[in-house]
């Protein structure tokens, strides 16, 4: 079959790799939430071949996309469907090494995102690396005229959904538990985030 190919994951690719680079430890389970069509599954899973990578879509009609991405690569699991802004879901997929997010989080609502955060950071085993990737605002400003742009688009569409400040991801990231590693500026305007789970649990203060 000839599979969907989204032009921004043929771009952000590779500049999303230098980063995963340094921080896709060399073995272990990767979880990718909204693959979409399945090209940063196939990209990563070919460059970091000690990984056991799961992909998954909220959509059913991705899984066939991915299927075809990501054919003849050993270490990709058969796509999998993940609402990753239904609650609860890390009960489910829980002790990964590594999770991706890519451009998700200005498509839905506050709420969804505080959902997605707050589970895929209990999707992190011990040492597990939460990394996110997208548009932001940043002190609750857009920092560009497309950014901008973009942003009143999907507000018209759904007031619901848009540009979320980079500030308060890293708060729900933190109170998720994780420890913030890095906040890196990408092409086009867009940030990468990776937070981690830290391999000890700090032990409560004496009360
Ligand atoms: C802009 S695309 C990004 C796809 C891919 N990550 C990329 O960068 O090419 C957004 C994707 O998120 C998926 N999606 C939307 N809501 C979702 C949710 N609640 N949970 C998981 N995936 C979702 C859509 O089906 C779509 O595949």
Redesign the pocket.
């Known amino acids: 079959m000839s599979a969907r190919s989204?032009p921004?994951?043929e771009r952000?690719a590779e500049p999303i790799a230098q980063v995963l680079d340094r921080h896709a430890p060399e073995t272990g389970r990767a979880l990718?939430?909204?693959?979409?069509?399945g090209?940063?599954a196939a990209a990563f899973a070919r460059r970091y071949p000690g990984l056991d990578w799961q992909p998954?879509?909220?959509?059913p009609a991705?899984l066939p996309d991915i299927r075809a991405w990501t054919e003849g690569c050993a270490n990709i699991r058969a796509p999998a469907h993940?609402?990753?802004?239904?609650p609860g879901w890390a009960a489910r997929w829980s002790g990964f090494d590594l999770v991706l997010?890519?451009?998700?989080l200005h498509?839905?609502s506050d709420t969804?995102a505080g959902t997605?955060l707050t589970e895929a950071a209990h999707a992190l085993g011990p040492g597990g690396r939460f990394v996110l990737?997208g548009p932001f605002r940043r002190d609750g400003r857009l920092v560009s005229a497309g950014d901008a742009r973009f942003d009143a688009a999907l507000r018209a569409r759904d007031p619901a959904i848009g540009y979320k400040d980079v500030e308060a991801v890293e708060d729900r990231l933190r109170a998720g538990g994780l420890v913030l590693c890095e906040r890196v500026g990408m092409p086009a305007d867009n940030l990468l985030l990776v937070a981690a789970r830290p391999l000890f649990a700090a032990r409560p203060e004496p009360g």
């Open positions: 989204a921004a994951a952000n990718e939430l909204a693959s979409g069509t090209q940063h998954t879509d909220a959509d991705a993940l609402d990753a802004a239904r997010l890519v451009n998700l498509l839905i969804d997605v990737y």
